[in-house]
């Protein structure tokens, strides 16, 4: 099974740019010692995919609550804005590695004309936001009967009933 992973070509220059902000910065200033920890914004991953009822977005935002979190639409857009903030339960000198990303993240989506506004379910689960969106009846696939006529022809000749009456 193949396995994607996003790539982010700007995330060693932010690392980079952040370890030069903490090698300048005045460790007596006003500002915590964690600031540099949450300073970096992220974009959380998600899959989106549809069937004929929904369309789904599942995007994963472990370690935040859901007062922290704000879904919206507005214009046919879809948009995700959340924060993980960092715990202040230890210093910033007692990590040896941070991994994990800190601060505020904001997704954007264009919605489809199919989706309706109004039917929308978002549920939060073990570190997973599931975005519902319906899709209006209109929109919905719809098969149709096709009906055969009394006879059959082959390759354009009329049926032996209709070449005997004439």
């Not at 700007?10 to 200033?29: A, S």
């Not at 540099?36 to 992220?42: I, R, V």
């Not at 800190?102 to 570190?127: C, E, I, M």
């Not at 009846?137 to 005997?164: D, F």
């Amino acid at each position: 099974m193949t396995m994607f992973t996003r790539y982010d070509p700007f995330r060693e220059f932010v690392t980079l740019q952040d370890r030069m902000n903490r090698l300048f910065r005045d460790p007596r200033g006003p500002e915590g010692q964690d600031e540099s920890l949450t300073s970096t914004a992220f974009a959380p991953p998600v899959d989106v995919y549809e069937d004929e009822h929904n369309v789904t977005l599942k995007i994963e935002v472990p370690g935040i609550d859901e007062k922290d979190i704000d879904v919206r639409i507005e214009n046919n857009t879809l948009t995700v804005h959340g924060e993980r903030k960092f715990e202040k339960d230890e210093k910033e000198e007692n990590y040896r590695r941070v991994e994990r990303q800190y601060g505020s993240f904001t997704r954007t989506f264009s919605l489809p004309s199919t989706v309706n506004h109004d039917n929308v379910q978002a549920d939060y689960d073990k570190g997973v936001l599931k975005i519902k969106l319906a899709k209006k009846a209109e929109a919905k696939p719809k098969q149709i009967k096709v009906n055969v006529g009394g006879q059959k022809t082959l390759e354009g000749k009329e049926p032996k009933s209709a070449s005997k009456a004439a």
